[in-house]
T-cell receptor
């Protein structure tokens, strides 16, 4: 499968715990996006990387959230001190600079109990 | 923030009929739009896109129409099949290609 890959697919955690998600983009894509989706809503932009540089962050990305893309390939999204309001689907997408279209992974479903 | 809204939250059609899903966008500067299909528990799947210098684009069984005058986008699905049942989102890309704004989606139910 050469699409965007996310791991894990599902994560259940207790409130206050830290969680980390991983995204592997399509191999030649240099742009990577993180989105969050709650039930019945469309995805909301969180942050965006071009290669290893994080170029934009949404105000939705509180201080408890941090994203990295250290080598310009895979990316991680960490949530510290999780809260119940963090429960959502976290989606990763990638695209190639100069081309149109962004392709999404299957997402990581986070449930904070 | 940007607003990409949809006219109908749920659309039910008979198998074999054509479906039309509508979307209104708010930013006249948007120059690129994508329609995504999302099945339950899965990520959004790219269906078709259109740039603002076009008013129509056709794919396999799908057509996207763009009316910039009234900032309206539609997705037409020909001969709707049960496998088309999903939530459909339009996504708007203003200013640049760095991020997309999504609406809340339209759920398409295809009745056999």
């Amino acid at each position: 499968d050469t699409g965007v890959s996310q791991d894990p697919r599902h994560k259940i955690t207790k409130r206050g715990q830290n969680v980390t998600f991983r995204c592997d983009p399509i191999s030649e894509h240099n742009r990577l996006y993180w989105y969050r989706q709650t039930l019945g809503q469309g995805p909301e932009f969180l942050t965006y990387f071009q290669n290893e540089a994080q170029l934009e962050k949404s105000r939705l990305l509180s201080d408890r959230f941090s994203a990295e893309r250290p080598k310009g390939s895979f990316s991680t999204l960490e949530i510290q001190r999780t809260e119940q309001g963090d429960s959502a689907m976290y989606l990763c997408a990638s695209s190639l600079e100069g081309t149109l279209g962004a392709f999404f992974g299957q997402g990581t479903r986070l449930t904070v109990v | 923030g940007e607003s990409v809204g949809l006219h109908l939250p749920t659309l039910s059609v008979q198998e074999g009929d054509n479906s039309i899903i509508n979307c209104a966008y708010s930013n006249s500067a948007s120059d690129y739009f994508i329609w995504y299909k999302q099945e339950s528990g899965k990520g959004p799947q790219f269906i078709i896109d259109i740039r603002s210098n076009m008013d129509k684009r056709q794919g396999q069984r799908v057509t996207v129409l763009l009316n910039k005058t009234v900032k309206h986008l539609s997705l037409q699905i020909a001969a709707t099949q049960p496998g088309d049942s999903a939530v459909y989102f339009c996504a708007e890309n203003p200013y640049n290609f760095n991020k997309f704004y999504f609406g809340s989606g339209t759920k398409l139910n295809v009745k056999p």
